[in-house]
Every structure is written in structure tokens, then in C-alpha cells.
């Protein structure tokens, strides 16, 4: 007899929240992502997909297929700052020390950062995902300048960034990978989180999804 399902069982009731631990990956010649920086001050990150939008094919006065266009990875940064090193990527370039001049070349970059996966029984602790992101560039948009007042606020910056996706053995490209915590093998996970973020034998870098591939697969996969 088959097994009644059920729901909001105690410890399967998961969210997502916050962001943090962001790293920013400058790209070098050949696709790279040899170094990686700190990115202090991220309020938020907006996924936000497009594409594989259904295009209706009709004969035999039926519809008689769906296709689907190529689905697009975009995403929205939000920051107070942002470190030295995206500056390029921002369309800046320093001409003398502390001058620096816009409407430049734009840098391309990987990112990485962390989510929180809470449930109702360990709160936020209960896990936690990596989100990676290739081949992105960032739009220039609008930065605003306000005046002190009494009402203390600061002003932050904000990018529209697109992606040109990666290779991935035996699939589509991809521009955008999750790791999660709760799924994943936790020795092959730290060695992962030492490779994104540094560690005593070697700098930060951003791997390849198929360097992460063959990194997290079991044994005998």
C-alpha cells in the first residue's frame, strides 16, 4: 500500500535567507579565475533568469509542440562598497594614484556567496548553500548622491550584471552553480570552501564547474 504523503513534517520546514562570505574572481586571459577578494558590505543579490520562453508550434490544426528558447543567467548586486579590484570591472581604470577615469572596458568576473538554509527547528544554523557565478559583466547604473541631513543614511551602489555561461561535460553551459551544504559530502565541501576562499598552500580562485564536478562526486560515481 502505497506510503500517504504529508507535509510540514518538524525539521523539513526550510528557508533561505541572507547573504554573505562574497567573493569577487577577476577573469584572466584564458578564462580563469586565478584570484580571488573579499567583498565586504554586499546587502544583497538578486538571481534573476530569463529566457526559456515557450514558442508554440501548431499543426493538424492542434498544437503540436513546444519550443524553448535558451535560458539566460542575469543578477542584481547590491553594496555599500566594493574592493579595489572591481573597479575594472566597473568601467574604471586608474590613470595616477587615487585618480581614476570612467567609461573604460569592462572586466569580466566570477563571484561567489553564501546563503543561509534555516529550518524550524535549528534556525539559520541548519545549513547553508555556495552560489557561484561565471563570465559575468556589469551594467553601469545610477549613483546617487544625497546631501547630509538629520536623517542619517548612506548611499549605496548598485549593478545589473549579465553572463556568458561556461562549459559543462556532458550538459549545457552554465553560468551559475549551487552547492548545498546539507546534500553535499562535508570533507569534499572544505575542500572546495579552501579553494574559493584561500587557504596555507594556495590563494583563492573560482574552479570550473568541472573541476567542482570532479571534486564533489563520490567515489566509484
Not at 543579490?45 to 501548431?58: F, N, R, V
Not at 553594496?79 to 594614484?97: V, W
Not at 561556461?166 to 575542500?191: C, R
Request: glycine fraction near 8%; proline fraction near 6%; charge should be negative.
Amino acid at each position: 500500500m502505497p506510503n500517504t504523503l504529508v507535509w510540514d513534517n518538524t525539521g523539513e520546514r526550510l528557508y533561505e535567507a541572507g547573504v554573505s562570505k562574497t567573493v569577487l574572481y577577476t577573469q584572466a586571459i584564458g578564462g580563469t579565475y586565478p584570484k580571488g577578494v573579499a567583498w565586504n558590505g554586499v546587502s544583497s543579490i538578486t538571481d534573476k533568469p530569463s529566457g526559456a520562453e515557450a514558442s508554440p508550434l501548431y499543426a493538424d490544426d492542434i498544437k503540436y509542440l513546444n519550443l524553448r528558447s535558451v535560458e539566460e543567467y542575469a543578477a542584481t548586486i547590491e553594496a555599500y562598497t566594493y574592493p579595489d579590484e572591481f573597479a575594472e570591472c566597473d568601467g574604471s581604470a586608474e590613470i595616477a594614484k587615487g585618480v581614476t577615469i570612467g567609461q573604460q572596458k569592462r572586466k569580466t568576473f566570477g563571484l561567489s556567496y553564501r546563503t543561509a538554509i534555516g529550518n524550524d527547528t535549528d534556525d539559520v544554523s541548519h545549513g547553508y548553500k555556495l552560489h557561484l557565478i561565471y563570465g559575468a559583466t556589469a551594467s553601469p547604473t545610477e549613483k546617487q548622491h544625497n546631501s547630509l541631513n538629520d536623517s542619517p543614511d548612506v548611499n549605496p551602489f548598485s549593478w545589473d550584471v549579465s553572463t556568458t555561461p561556461v562549459s559543462v561535460a556532458g550538459h549545457n553551459p552554465t553560468a551559475s552553480i549551487e552547492i548545498d551544504s546539507t546534500k553535499a559530502d562535508p570533507t569534499k565541501l572544505k575542500a572546495l570552501e579552501d579553494i574559493l576562499y584561500g587557504s596555507d598552500k594556495a590563494e583563492a580562485r573560482l574552479p570550473l564547474p568541472d573541476e567542482i564536478a570532479q571534486l564533489m562526486k563520490a567515489s566509484g560515481d
